[in-house]
Structure formats: structure tokens, C-alpha cells
């Protein structure tokens, strides 16, 4: 079945470590973005990409990189510098039209002890 | 800039109808939607809205004015597996990327 596979599902790390979360898609999907969801607040955007070897920052793209290789695969990379890194994790696809939802992955929840 | 607002929390009996309201100020707009997110899992796509009127599926249906900057979603017969938060989401003009969503509102349904 066609979807969005991300992983791991839980991740503990220490603080001053870097830690990536895998995206994966086989939707045949061009657009592909990453949000961050917080207790009480909206889903918020950290970075898209609308097509493979280019992304664009969203609204809270500090501490975080990304990278688009594949068409298939978006993965986020949250490094030491982001200085709240716990949260959940939500990555999602889109055909690249107006009218296109997103669909979204299952989440990764990152907690920093 | 993107303001969303919706309520936070509202409760329903099973059986019953529940509207869950959005207000949305945006720069230029191209679409909203709604979805449910069910506590620790992935939101899922329930309805997009881009003209003025009602779209109905089944159980659920959506309501855009764009004059008012107002959408709501109506629940009907409600059941306890409706329980979950509805996230209104709204796509600005000019990028389809720009997804911007609201806070969400977490609806408790009980018997």
C-alpha cells in the first residue's frame, strides 16, 4: 500500500547530540515537508521541499537541516544547536498542485533527557 | 502573516451534532482544510474547502464563507471513536507549500 513511513517511532537522545528522523514515501509524491507539533500549539512548518535537491525553510528552521536526494525521501536531521528539541515530529507529502492535501506519516516522538 | 483560531476544547454527547468553529486571517487564500488527529498518531484528511458553501461526506461536513474568514465542520451522529482533535488548516495564494495550521480543538465525545 502506498503511504509515508517514518522512523524511528520513539527517539531518546542526550543533550548535544545530533539525531536524524527518516521520511520515506512511496506516493510518488514531488512536495515533502516536515512539522513539529508541540502540546497546545499547531502543527509547525521546519522545512518543505517541492522537488528532489531543493528545500526551502519553513517557519522554525533553526537547529534543524534536511536533505532531499531522492524523490522518495526527506529525512530531518535535528542538531545540537535546536534548544528544544523535544516534540513530536510529523512528516508529510503532497502532489504539487494547489488543491493537493498532505498525508501525513505516523511521527517520530523525540524526547532530549 | 497566517492567524488561525479555533477553540480548544468542546465536548459532545454520542449520538448528538457538534460544529467545531475556524476564524482565519491570512495573507491571500487558496484552500482550507480539515483534519482529525486521533492522540500520538498522524492527522488525517477529512475535507477541503476552496468556494463558499457546504461539502458534505458522509457523517461529516465543511462550511467556507471567505467574506467572514470563517469555516466550521459539523459532525453528525456523533460516535466515541470521534473523539480525537480537529486541526483547521488553511493554504495562502501564492505557494502551495505554506500550509498553515491552527491549534487544533479537542473534542471529547461522551455517552
Known amino acids: 500500500d502506498g503511504g509515508i513511513t517514518q522512523s524511528p517511532k520513539y527517539l531518546f537522545r542526550k543533550e548535544g547530540q545530533n539525531v536524524t528522523l527518516s521520511c520515506e514515501q512511496n506516493?510518488?509524491?514531488?512536495?515533502m515537508y516536515w512539522y513539529r507539533q508541540d502540546p497546545g500549539q499547531g502543527l509547525r512548518l521546519i522545512y518543505y521541499?517541492?522537488?528532489?535537491?531543493?528545500?526551502q525553510k519553513g517557519d522554525i528552521a533553526e537547529g534543524y537541516s534536511v536533505s532531499r536526494e531522492k524523490k522518495e525521501s526527506f529525512p530531518l536531521t535535528v542538531t545540537s544547536a535546536q534548544k528544544n528539541p523535544t516534540a513530536f515530529y510529523l512528516c508529510?507529502?503532497?502532489?504539487?498542485?494547489?488543491?493537493?492535501?498532505?498525508?501525513f506519516g505516523e511521527g517520530s516522538r523525540l524526547t532530549v533527557l | 502573516g497566517q492567524n488561525i483560531d479555533q477553540p480548544t476544547e468542546m465536548t459532545a454527547t454520542e449520538g448528538a451534532i457538534v460544529q467545531i468553529n475556524c476564524t482565519y486571517q491570512?495573507?491571500?487564500?487558496?484552500?482550507l482544510f480539515w483534519y482529525q488527529q486521533h492522540a500520538g498518531e498522524a492527522p488525517t484528511f477529512l475535507s477541503y474547502?476552496?468556494?463558499?458553501g457546504l461539502e458534505e461526506k458522509g457523517r461529516f461536513s465543511s462550511f467556507l464563507s471567505r467574506s467572514k474568514g470563517y469555516s466550521y465542520l459539523l459532525l453528525k451522529e456523533l460516535q466515541m471513536k470521534d473523539s480525537a482533535s480537529y486541526l483547521c488548516?488553511?493554504?495562502?495564494?501564492?505557494?502551495?507549500?505554506?500550509?498553515?495550521f491552527g491549534t487544533g480543538t479537542k473534542l471529547q465525545v461522551i455517552p
Open positions: 488548516a488553511v493554504r495562502p495564494s501564492g505557494g502551495y507549500q505554506k500550509v498553515t
Open positions: 491570512t495573507s491571500g487564500f487558496n484552500g
Open positions: 506516493l510518488n509524491h514531488d512536495a
Open positions: 474547502n476552496v468556494l463558499d
Open positions: 508529510a507529502s503532497s502532489i504539487a498542485r494547489e488543491t493537493g492535501e498532505l498525508f
Open positions: 521541499s517541492q522537488i528532489v535537491n531543493d528545500f
